[in-house]
């Protein structure tokens, strides 16, 4: 059985108080990657555990835990993008990988909802991530959730809170979550054998879990050698650098993720003198900060490159996009020092 993350303990803590006051519907809010989906599913479990005398946890053994650990309780459902990538057969042919939950995936879920329980009149319903729900599979939604059958729970796991529709977060308890402390992450990375848990976590901002990612992601060559190409604009030649991002088939968020980081940096250290992201680039950025670069505007448009960046655009024409834009304002700023 999957147990909650150390740091998530006093979270537990407080909803358990809360239990009786427990809505139809939760949106768990906090970082990517500090463990919200183990939460909810943690809390799914524990409202279709059938052990009556359970007071701060599953029990693990009753037949609702035993179907749900098994992965076929007939009262769950997972709402997610990468559960809709499972739906082909063996011999059909491999479906291109989903970004978004679509209007279909909210009419099945009604078929689901509006039946009577299996089990003991619950039924529940986890989303996520929240925010991956297209414009008519919102609004279909929000009329599950104006009118939520009798019985219906859904808990809706969100990493970007902000880009859901008001009118489903205002039906919604919002139950966030912080990022954990750093001892208390660095310790659980140690205990997962990475090396130097402290730099793997400001790589991510602090969370653990992308922080493991992070420590043994294939793509960290891709990443030193992108952050040594614009550690360096005097030689950065944009389209090889574009060309080599293209070749290595990265996903555009990855990319435009590593941008918003460094920039992030360029600016704090400006601002405050400290940096949160890449402290094994320190020299570097405290470097070009010196520039005085003031990169507001550039942020903005990194930001509207990662909203668009699960639509099918040619990426190596936005990656040249970027960088270009990226020399421009270091030129714009070092002109008027």
Not at 19 to 45: S, V
Not at 197 to 224: F, I, M, Q, V
Request: charged letters at 25%; a neutral charge.
């Amino acid at each position: 059985m999957k147990t909650l993350y150390p740091w998530q303990a006093a979270a537990w803590s407080q909803l358990m108080r809360e239990m009786d006051r427990l809505p139809h519907a939760m949106l768990i809010t906090g970082e990517e990657g500090i463990g919200k989906r183990r939460f909810a599913e943690y809390l799914a479990q524990f409202l279709l555990c059938e052990d009556e005398t359970k007071t701060t946890a599953p029990c693990g053994v009753c037949d609702g835990c035993r179907w749900y650990m098994a992965g076929n309780h007939p009262d769950y459902r997972v709402l997610s993008p990468e559960d809709n990538e499972n739906d082909a057969s063996e011999d059909a042919k491999p479906k291109r990988k989903s970004q978004v939950i679509g209007v279909d995936d909210i009419r099945d879920l009604a078929d689901f909802v509006n039946l009577t329980a299996h089990r003991k009149g619950i039924r529940v319903t986890v989303v996520y991530p929240a925010e991956t729900l297209n414009v008519a599979a919102a609004n279909a939604f929000l009329k599950t959730l104006e009118e939520p059958p009798s019985g219906a729970m859904f808990i809706l796991v969100s990493n970007h809170w902000r880009r859901l529709l008001p009118t489903i977060r205002s039906r919604c308890r919002v139950f966030p979550m912080a990022t954990p402390e750093h001892a208390t992450a660095a310790a659980w990375l140690a205990q997962q054998q990475v090396v130097n848990p402290a730099l793997h976590l400001a790589h991510t901002g602090g969370a653990p879990l992308a922080a493991l990612e992070d420590a043994s992601a294939e793509w960290l060559p891709n990443r030193k050698a992108f952050l040594a190409h614009i550690a360096n604009p005097a030689v950065l030649d944009v389209l090889a650098v574009a060309s080599e991002l293209e070749k290595a088939k990265l996903e555009m968020s990855l990319v435009v993720g590593w941008l918003q980081k460094w920039v992030h940096d360029l600016i704090n250290i400006k601002m405050t003198g400290k940096l949160r992201y890449y402290p094994d680039w320190e020299s570097d950025l405290q470097r070009l900060a010196a520039q005085s670069p003031a990169f507001f505007h550039y942020t903005d448009r990194l930001n509207e490159a990662m909203r668009l960046a699960h639509h099918p655009l040619n990426q190596r024409l936005v990656f040249e996009s970027l960088l270009f834009a990226y020399l421009d304002a270091l030129r714009s700023n070092k002109g008027k020092k």
